[in-house]
């Protein structure tokens, strides 16, 4: 993971960068968000990006609110996260049934993982 600093409305800010495959996973104020080339941006599979929840920072898995096989309803919450003695919700980006959970409670997670996914 490294840092980046981006100015938003005339203020510095700290930006998460991961590196993964042809693109990179950015984090800002607790939202991740996938980032390509615009040369593969049209053959990207956004489907995938619907059925994973990924930790939008490096923290500690407090609460894991489902397991496999749940159905859940759009942005019902998923995982429970804390960073920087804050709490963040993770939640559904649709409805749908969890396939896996990969995390547990206590566990750190970095930025970037996947915690859970949803059946297509």
Request: hydrophobic share 50%; aromatic share 2%.
């Amino acid at each position: 993971m490294s840092w980046i600093t981006v100015i938003v409305d005339g203020r510095p800010r700290r930006v998460a960068v991961v590196r993964s495959g042809g693109g990179a996973w950015v984090s800002l104020d607790g939202v991740v968000a996938r980032v390509v080339p615009e040369s593969t941006a049209a053959s990207a599979a956004p489907a995938s990006v619907e059925r994973e929840v990924r930790a939008p920072m490096t923290g500690r898995v407090v609460k894991v609110a489902v397991a496999a096989g749940a159905a859940v309803k759009a942005r019902e919450p998923l995982v429970v996260l804390e960073a920087m003695k804050m709490e963040y919700r993770l939640t559904a980006p649709r409805d749908g049934v969890v396939e896996t959970v990969t995390c547990a409670e206590g566990e750190r997670v970095d930025l970037g993982r996947v915690l859970v996914t949803l059946k297509p």
